[in-house]
């Protein structure tokens, strides 16, 4: 929490984001916190960011390969 806190304070973008389903969190000193979004919404989010770096790195055409293999195979 104080890795987001300081992040806030400074003005820098920052999700926080539960392993678990729901986005309750209630800590082990019984403080309840809200996150941004759980692990499976997020995963999508970080599955294309991935594909964007692939195709900077390699192309838009090993990007494309690369999600659709992951995707449909």
Same mark, same amino acid.
């Given at each position: 929490?104080? #890795? #987001?806190?300081? %992040?806030? *304070? =400074?003005?820098?973008?920052?999700?926080?984001? +539960?392993?678990? &389903? @729901? $986005? @309750?969190? *209630? !800590? +082990?000193?019984?403080?309840? /916190?809200? =996150?941004? $979004?759980?692990?499976?919404?997020?995963?999508?989010?970080? /599955? %294309? /960011?991935?594909? %964007?770096? #692939? =195709?900077?790195? *390699?192309? &838009? &055409? =090993?990007?494309?390969?690369? !999600?659709? &293999?992951?995707?449909?195979?």
């Amino acid at each position: 929490m104080t #890795v #987001v806190d300081l %992040a806030r *304070r =400074a003005g820098i973008g920052i999700d926080s984001i +539960s392993v678990k &389903e @729901e $986005t @309750e969190i *209630r !800590g +082990s000193h019984g403080i309840i /916190f809200q =996150a941004d $979004t759980c692990m499976s919404r997020a995963m999508g989010t970080a /599955f %294309a /960011f991935g594909l %964007a770096i #692939v =195709a900077y790195v *390699r192309g &838009e &055409e =090993a990007a494309r390969r690369l !999600g659709q &293999e992951t995707l449909y195979d």
